[in-house]
């Protein structure tokens, strides 16, 4: 049993690394020391060496809001981190404690992990996981990550593995002054996993990464919600506007205003750059999911295959919305076009097709070499403005650039 262990965590290890994880073999060794299934047992243990997300905990309408994340996605955030021997850890979103116990084992006996999560049964479930897996020492705590916990400050390292919005000014307040942040910040519905260190009166972006998680509940939250428009489809409302399911659904069966774009982006195009791109200007911006298996496909022609989905994304206002679909002739370099349905349908398109064009104006920027400012926003004084495009949120001016070379 002990060799079917061991080979279910090589062969794990080597799928993380096949992706481009785990390349700092310090990871790699946490990864093959810290048994997953135990932070999983509800699921079979071949099930958790699999580099997958796992979700543990649905809300009331079937949405994911705790999951043992993607095991690549950890190792990367991890050598974003990292972490020495030593150190002193905060983490904000504990989950089933799996990345705690990684964490554990490598800042070893004269570090210190303390992992928050707001849900109590999280918690609760999260400590025994780590009494179980060995791991007893790290310290769990029921509280909104958003203050996070100064009882135990201050930290060389925070981190937090929930989808946020805006940075806590008690992270930053919290962390010694040469430490370092990570969070996979979400910059409408474009995710992008961020080092950040401090540098005179700002964050400085380390090392920048897409990814993808459940967003952060409690005080920091933001606005987007998602709605489910029917069994196969579901939209990402940046807003968090309510749309008006039943039109919604009807207006995507009907013969969409199109307006080509002349511009032409391929998957990683449009996953790095263009969605970046469209998350940041416009403001009703939203993201389509159908399940490929739909029987009656709206989204065929979406540029993006996400495991079993189809994706893409545009904008929405109320029973009207626009997305960018690929060609319907194949085979000719005609670049993507914007698709409007409903009542403002065609509105919604030409501006979709103007944003597109005005990323290909712009050099097409993408996740490859931006960098992110974040300066914390004060109450009183002018807030600075660089130059690059800016994300303002309630504690923090995000100012995205692109340094030539
Ligand atoms: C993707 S899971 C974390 C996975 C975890 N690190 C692991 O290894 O299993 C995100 C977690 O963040 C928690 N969370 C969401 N909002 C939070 C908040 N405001 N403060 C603390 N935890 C939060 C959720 O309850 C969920 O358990």
């Given at each position: 049993v002990a060799d079917e262990l061991t080979a279910l965590q090589r062969n794990m290890v080597a799928q993380v690394r096949a992706r481009g994880g785990a390349r700092d073999e310090r990871v790699?060794?946490?990864?093959?020391?810290?048994?997953?299934?135990h932070f999983v047992p509800d699921l079979p243990v071949e099930a958790a060496y699999q580099d997958e997300a796992l979700v543990t905990k649905r809300d009331a309408d079937g949405r994911p809001i705790s999951s043992s994340s993607q095991p690549t996605m950890m190792a990367v955030m991890l050598e974003q981190l990292d972490l020495r021997p030593g150190q002193r850890v905060l983490e904000v979103g504990a989950g089933t404690g799996y990345n705690a116990a990684?964490?554990?084992?490598?800042?070893?006996?004269?570090g210190a992990v303390v992992s928050v999560d707001i849900d109590t049964d999280l918690v609760d479930t999260a400590r025994a996981n780590l009494a179980r897996a060995g791991h007893p020492e790290v310290r769990v705590v029921?509280?909104?990550?958003?203050g996070g916990f100064a009882t135990a400050a201050p930290y060389d390292r925070v981190i937090a593995t929930v989808g946020v919005w805006d940075l806590a000014p008690a992270w930053g307040e919290q962390l010694t002054p040469a430490g370092r942040i990570v969070v996979p910040l979400d910059l409408g519905g474009a995710d992008r996993s961020v080092a950040f260190e401090w540098s005179g009166d700002h964050w400085t972006s380390r090392s920048l990464l897409p990814c993808g998680f459940v967003s952060m509940r409690g005080v920091l939250a933001g606005p987007q919600r998602t709605m489910v428009i029917d069994a196969d489809l579901s939209i990402v409302v940046g807003d968090g506007r309510e749309l008006p399911a039943a039109a919604v659904s009807a207006a995507l069966t009907g013969a969409p205003a199109v307006h080509p774009?002349?511009?032409?982006?391929g998957p990683r195009d449009f996953f790095e750059g263009l969605g970046l791109w469209l998350a940041v200007h416009e403001p009703r911006r939203c993201t389509l999911s159908e399940a490929a298996a739909a029987v009656t496909p709206r989204l065929g022609r979406a540029p993006l295959a996400i495991q079993d989905r189809r994706v893409t994304t545009g904008a929405a206002d109320?029973?009207?919305l626009a997305v960018l679909l690929r060609p319907a002739q194949a085979g000719e370099p005609h670049g993507l076009e914007a698709c409007g349905y409903?009542?403002?349908g065609d509105e919604l398109a030409?501006?979709?097709?103007?944003?597109?064009?005005?990323?290909?104006?712009?050099g097409r920027p993408g996740s490859a070499g931006m960098r992110i400012a974040a300066y914390p926003r004060a109450a009183d004084g002018p807030a600075p403005s660089p130059d690059g495009l800016v994300v303002?949120?309630?504690?923090t001016r995000f100012v995205l650039s692109w340094p030539a070379g």
């Open positions: 790699a060794e946490a990864l093959l020391a810290v048994p997953r299934h990684l964490m554990a084992h490598l800042v070893g006996p004269s029921c509280a909104d990550g958003a774009t002349g511009v032409l982006a109320g029973d009207s409903g009542p403002r030409a501006g979709l097709a103007t944003l597109a064009r005005g990323w290909q104006a712009a303002d949120r309630p504690h």
